[in-house]
């Protein structure tokens, strides 16, 4: 077999590979305790692997042609329909409702999720339905408001972790989201999810298999 032709076959089960691994990963650390911290303390592990994986993922883009063309050819679509998935986030709000997380943190994520995800589904319905495609501005801002989503509830999550800046007087705070299950949403799907917006935004700055479905 050729080199061509092995990375070929290879191909295929690079990506799920390379996510079973890491979800994998953050599983066994998590069921080990590794990402808890003591009280007033941020999540300083949790924030390591955010800074691993996005460093990863830059440097194997800009070494790595093979990995580059496969970034710059997934479909935009699947990418931004994979946030549909970010209604779950409206579980933030269940939470708060039996008393295990604080409302700022539980309200902020949860509803911009929900929102992140509801605009996912139109656009994604628009870029396959016209053909003249959708604007590239309304696929930035969608990109835009769905990274700072992450940003803002993962500020204000440390924030009201226990004896934190924010921290309620009533004891409830964002401690749960260091503790198995919840911190493979962070651990993981937060990491997913970004690089999946980092990925948009290369996207739409290169040439790409998708230039037929954005309007400049």
Not at 67 to 81: A, G, K, P, Q, S
Not at 126 to 135: I, L, N, Q
Not at 160 to 176: C, K
Request: charge should be positive; aromatic fraction near 14%; glycine fraction near 6%.
């Amino acid at each position: 077999m050729t080199t061509a032709a092995l990375k070929q076959n290879t191909q295929p089960i690079f990506l799920p590979a390379t996510l079973f691994t890491w979800f994998s990963l953050i599983t066994i650390l998590s069921l080990n305790q590794f990402f808890l911290t003591k009280h007033g303390e941020p999540p300083v592990y949790l924030l390591i692997t955010a800074v691993i994986s996005i460093s990863t993922f830059s440097i194997a883009y800009w070494r790595l042609v093979q990995f580059r063309d496969f970034v710059l050819n997934i479909d935009m679509r699947l990418l931004i329909l994979l946030h549909s998935w970010r209604t779950l986030g409206l579980g933030f709000i269940m939470l708060y409702s039996i008393g295990e997380l604080p409302a700022l943190f539980a309200f902020l994520a949860g509803f911009g999720d929900a929102i992140v995800a509801v605009g996912a589904v139109f656009l994604t319905y628009a870029m396959f339905t016209k053909k003249d495609g959708v604007s590239k501005k309304w696929v930035k801002r969608w990109n835009t408001f769905g990274l700072l989503d992450f940003v803002i509830a993962i500020s204000i999550g440390i924030l009201q972790r226990t004896d934190a800046l924010l921290f309620q007087e009533n004891g409830i705070n964002s401690d749960l989201m260091s503790q198995f299950p919840f911190v493979l949403i962070p651990g993981f799907l937060v990491q997913i999810f970004t690089l999946t917006h980092i990925i948009i935004y290369l996207q739409l700055k290169n040439k790409h298999q998708n230039q037929s479905l954005i309007r400049f």
